[in-house]
């Protein structure tokens, strides 16, 4: 156990921590100087601590031992120190934003780590070895260059959070499956063009982000996914929704807007929890009638599509529509009117 020595008196410490609270990196080096190769205060330990990088670079281990979170974002890294590894209670370790093209080898000696952010950096993949962080639970690598993703992620059975948004990847494995505890997936903005049946097993799913895709239809085996609140599959090139989504009740926000859609399911209206529901930009010329039937909807966007009238049924959603966005369809005059009797509380954008 450290132990407090006379190393530097109670001025000396004084002024150190008068330095390092200046915050100028000129006085912060003169610090690490005046302390490399003493031993150290505990008092001071705090003041270090938020100068972890500088620590790990100047071999100081004493200030960090114990330390759960490190963030290091916007450092210009390219690779950690090696003394990293000896972190040994770090549970969260945030690299956001750096120069990182090879994953930093260092980090898979840190078997307490739960969260690890690798988010924009110019990553090129994740290795193998990546099964070893057994603990982790949430793992952000969005805005990379990752290709593919290798077996080894799957073996992180604990992962609730899997963050790939924005990478390179055409191709999502069947193995996603064995991540049987995943709460929050985010696949937007890669090169995907379809979903393994697979996807149906992560039954703990609640959010799936799928958008800026190039998904032309999505398995029927979706509506297994019945804890899921949230589905984005905007900007993509669907044509038509499988009616097993109507089966997923929990669901409160549907996102398909910029897709090829003529149509919505006929069941829509199972979906009783649904409470913004994004259709815009696509090609539906009709509303089917159970669309009455989403008792707790608030937001409708039908902008830029193909009709010409909505269904009478449409009334039923007042007065807890709060909006409705019908701009850019052919609709008469007479259909607008009928539309604003209908929803007298509802904010309408013709």
């Known amino acids: 156990m450290p132990q407090e020595i006379d190393a530097f008196s109670p001025a000396q410490i004084a002024k150190i921590q008068q330095l390092l609270a200046s915050r100028e990196m000129a006085n912060v080096l003169l610090v690490f ?4 190769g003493k031993p150290l205060p505990l008092v001071l ?5 938020k100068y972890a990088l500088l620590c790990l670079q100047h071999g100081l281990l004493a200030p960090l031992q114990g330390l759960k979170k490190l963030e290091l974002p916007k450092q210009g890294l390219s690779e950690l120190p090696p003394i990293i ?3 040994q209670a770090l549970e969260e370790l945030s690299l956001y934003s750096n120069e990182f093209v090879h994953f930093p080898a260092p980090i898979l000696t840190l078997c307490q780590l739960k969260s690890l ?3 924009q950096n110019p990553l090129r993949a994740l290795p193998e070895q990546i099964s070893r962080l057994t603990s982790l639970t ?3 690598c969005n805005r990379t260059r990752i290709g593919q993703l290798p077996e080894g992620l799957f073996g992180l059975s604990h992962l609730v959070v899997l963050n790939i948004h924005s990478n390179g990847f055409a191709h999502l494995p069947p193995a996603i499956r064995h991540l049987h505890k995943l709460e929050y997936l985010m696949l937007g903005n890669n090169h995907l063009t379809q979903l393994p049946d697979e996807i149906a ?3 703990a799913l609640k959010n799936l982000d799928l958008e800026n895709n190039e998904i032309q239809q999505l398995p029927e085996s979706i509506g297994q996914l019945k804890n899921l609140r949230s589905l984005s599959i905007l900007r993509n090139k669907i044509r038509y929704l499988p009616d097993s ?3 997923i009740t929990r669901l409160q926000t549907l996102n398909v807007e910029n897709n090829q859609l003529r149509a919505l399911p006929t069941q829509l209206g199972q979906l009783g929890q649904l409470a913004v529901l994004r259709v815009n930009g696509n090609r539906i010329a009709h509303l089917p009638a159970s669309i009455g039937q989403l008792s707790q909807l608030q937001e409708l966007n039908l902008y830029q599509n193909q009709l010409q009238k909505v269904p009478d049924s449409l009334a039923q959603l007042s007065p807890h529509l709060s909006k409705l966005n019908i701009m850019s369809n ?5 259909e607008r009117a009928k539309i604003r009797e209908m929803l007298p509380f509802t904010r309408i954008y013709f």
């Open 33 to 36: 100087q005046l302390i490399q």
């Open 45 to 49: 330990y705090p003041d270090l601590q």
């Open 85 to 87: 590894a000896e972190l």
């Open 117 to 119: 952010s690798l988010s």
């Open 138 to 140: 949430q793992l952000h």
């Open 201 to 203: 097993e992560l039954k």
């Open 245 to 247: 989504l109507v089966e």
């Open 330 to 334: 052919p609709l008469s005059k007479s």
